[in-house]
T-cell receptor, first 111, second 114 residues
């Protein structure tokens, strides 16, 4: 059974702090991992993708992947109220046949 | 502009009245998919298509049909809608399933079946 798990939150952080969002997955053969941001009532938008173990940085966002421990995380530095949204973790399964989404973590950045 | 276009954005219909939600992408993407999103249940895949004339069921296909006659279009058909199909629907496309390309999502269709 392919599963992606996330803490549903809400995760509350003060403005300017680092927000840390975590995701674990069960399919050890998963190869590609994605983070999406979704504002309430809007469509998900792709923030970052990561395929190799380690860190990948893009502006205020850093994705971290550890395939041995089967987790992927997203760090948001200098969090802003505009970062308040639900963050979806997703992966492509081992056979490349499909995307699998986690339930999402709701982030609230407090001014 | 590269995009996935869904229509309509909002739809209220009555039980049993057939409807179609259209989805079109202008990025020459091979892979297209339909999801529904309900509070507390996250994104659930309805159907997906690997390419023209190739479709397959997702996790919740009951009550839905799709077709992929052209690469750019992937309509979602509800032959006899029921109130439990009231949901927020998203169409999404990806260049392919190989490699690291993610989804581009449409703006969503909020469907209410009364």
């Amino acid at each position: 059974q392919k599963e992606v798990e996330q803490n549903s939150g809400p995760l509350s952080v003060p403005e300017g702090a680092i927000a840390s969002l975590n995701c674990t997955y069960s399919d050890r053969g998963s190869q590609s991992f994605f983070w999406y941001r979704q504002y309430s009532g809007k469509s998900p938008e792709l923030i970052m993708s990561i395929y190799s173990n380690g860190d990948k940085e893009d502006g205020r966002f850093t994705a971290q992947l550890n395939k041995a421990s089967q987790y992927v995380s997203l760090l948001i530095r200098d969090s802003q109220p505009s970062d308040s949204a639900t963050y979806l973790c997703a992966l492509k399964d081992n056979y490349g046949q499909n995307f699998v989404f986690g339930p999402g973590t709701r982030l609230s950045v407090l001014p | 502009e590269a995009q996935v276009t869904q229509n309509p954005r909002y739809l209220i219909t009555v039980t049993g009245k057939k409807l179609t939600v259209t989805c079109s992408q202008n990025m020459n993407h091979e892979y297209m998919s339909w999801y529904r999103q309900d509070p507390g249940l996250g994104l659930r895949q309805i159907y997906y298509s690997m390419n023209v004339e190739v479709t397959d069921k997702g996790d919740v296909p009951e009550g839905y049909k799709v077709s992929r006659k052209e690469k750019r279009n992937f309509p979602l058909i509800l032959e006899s809608p029921s109130p439990n199909q009231t949901s927020l629907y998203f169409c999404a496309s990806s260049l392919s399933l190989g490699g690291g390309t993610g989804y581009t999502f449409g703006s969503g269709t909020r469907l209410t079946v009364v």
